[in-house]
């Protein structure tokens, strides 16, 4: 007995790595590049160094410390960007080990989306981190 890839498989991969494809893949690869471009600028806009975020290589998101600029509460901080802004941002609690202290003061960003939504969002988290309410989460768990 043989067993192999069913031919209708073959032929369909075959045509999902054509020029038709390739061009797909170089539109998704310049969206992304844009999308980065979008948050890293608003990072900026919000005070965040390079040396403080991490630059995607081809992820489509970013990680970065807010530390320097107060957060101490990353969970407690994107919860109220998601509540009062409506822009979700992960929180470093996730990706650090519990009680480390680091992930308390990190977040992490995804732009998958069109340019449109990403630049949305990034208006909407800058005006957020610029409002009252963000200058609340800057000084850390004492300012509140």
Do not use: I
Not at 61 to 79: F, H
Not at 88 to 113: C, K, M, Q, Y
């Amino acid at each position: 007995m043989n067993v192999s890839a069913p031919t209708v498989s073959q032929r369909a991969a075959v045509a999902a790595l054509g020029e038709e494809a390739a061009a797909e893949l170089a539109q998704h690869v310049k969206r992304y590049e844009d999308n980065r471009a979008v948050v890293v600028s608003g990072l900026q806009r919000m005070g965040v160094q390079t040396h403080e975020y991490a630059p995607p290589q081809g992820a489509f998101y970013l990680y970065a410390d807010l530390g320097r600029l107060g957060v101490a509460d990353s969970l407690g901080m994107c919860d109220a960007l998601l509540q009062d802004a409506g822009v979700a941002v992960t929180p470093g609690v996730d990706f650090e080990e519990e009680g480390s202290g680091v992930g308390e003061r990190r977040v992490r960003l995804s732009f998958p989306g069109t340019t449109e939504h990403v630049a949305e969002a990034m208006r909407r988290l800058v005006e957020w981190w610029e409002s009252e309410a963000g200058l609340r989460w800057r000084g850390g768990a004492e300012a509140r």
